[in-house]
């Protein structure tokens, strides 16, 4: 697939402070986490995209399109929840979320059936003609998605999109989100710091830490690097573990199943050959996968 997102070598500094220091990511089409803690530079690099800043050094390449040289055209193509609510509060939903398909060079007879849609979609069409100001916080996150939504974007960017919202609101978001990416085929750019929240609904991730890529990748080639077999044999766990140690594998004991460190097919032969001699039988035999959570502190070194 043609990446959606490309930099190769990016920086940007702030003053003496360096946000990115060297970025070199490719984004796939799909839904993606952008993941990293406050500071990490997630914010930062959702501005180049959008090209509302130049990089200092490195390349960057959106929808196959240059941000710096050609902002306009790459805009048009993407839609922005920003993370912090700036909306006016005395402008009705459906208006504003009209002005911004407007300003996305729609003409304004398909801008007020866009923005109904839109509304529709994200749940809020019985409150479309409501005043912001007087919507509630999740409204309001659903609002700006709206927005960002209704000119039908090829890339959607969101940051913190669950910012301030209640667990319940929190999920509805999510679902959403997950449907946007699946059903509407617009790819997606969360920007979070939730790994729970990337992990239920995110295809790939990209972790940043002090402004650098520590790892990126599908989800299921991310969590699959546990580096271990998971082996529950029927019965003689212990000779089974010794056997094995014998051998010169780590093993762990979590109840009844062994955790066995060690390349798969090397493991795998072991524990076949010791399960044989010693006549055991083995109810599970698969490999051990890594949460987001894992992979997460093993890139950053948290």
Not at 284 to 294: I, K, P, V
Request: net charge negative; glycine share 12%.
């Amino acid at each position: 697939m043609t990446a959606i997102v490309r930099a190769r070598g990016v920086v940007k500094r702030w003053g003496s402070t360096v946000a990115l220091g060297g970025v070199d990511a490719e984004i796939q089409p799909g839904v993606t986490g952008l993941l990293g803690a406050n500071g990490a530079g997630k914010t930062t690099l959702l501005g180049l995209i959008l090209g509302l800043h130049r990089q200092d050094e490195g390349t960057l390449e959106v929808l196959g399109l240059d941000p710096t040289t050609a902002g306009p055209e790459v805009r048009a193509r993407l839609g922005y929840a920003p993370e912090h609510d700036a909306l006016p509060g005395d402008v009705r939903a459906h208006d504003l979320v009209r002005h911004m398909v407007e300003i996305h060079g729609l003409p304004a007879k398909e801008a007020v059936g866009r923005a109904s849609d839109a509304l529709w979609h994200v749940g809020l069409g019985e409150e479309r003609f409501r005043p912001v100001g007087t919507m509630s916080t999740g409204q309001k996150q659903r609002v700006k998605l709206a927005s960002a939504l209704a000119h039908d974007p090829a890339l959607l960017l969101l940051d913190e999109p669950t910012n301030g919202l209640d667990p319940m609101q929190r999920d509805s978001m999510l679902e959403l989100i997950r449907r946007i990416g699946t059903d509407f085929g617009i790819s997606v750019i969360l920007s979070s710091h939730l790994l729970e929240e990337v992990e239920r609904v995110c295809d790939g991730v990209l972790i940043l830490s002090a402004g650098t890529v520590v790892t990126s990748g599908t989800l299921d080639e991310l969590r699959g690097s546990g580096g271990a077999l998971v082996v529950e044999p029927d019965d003689r766990l212990d000779d089974l573990v010794a056997a094995l140690a014998q051998k010169g594998f780590e093993v762990e004991v979590i109840g009844t199943r062994l955790v066995v460190t060690g390349d798969d097919i090397a493991v795998a032969d072991a524990v076949r050959d010791a399960s044989i001699a010693l006549g055991i039988g083995l109810r599970r035999m698969q490999r051990r996968t890594a949460t987001l959570e894992d992979v997460f502190l093993a890139g950053t070194g948290s």
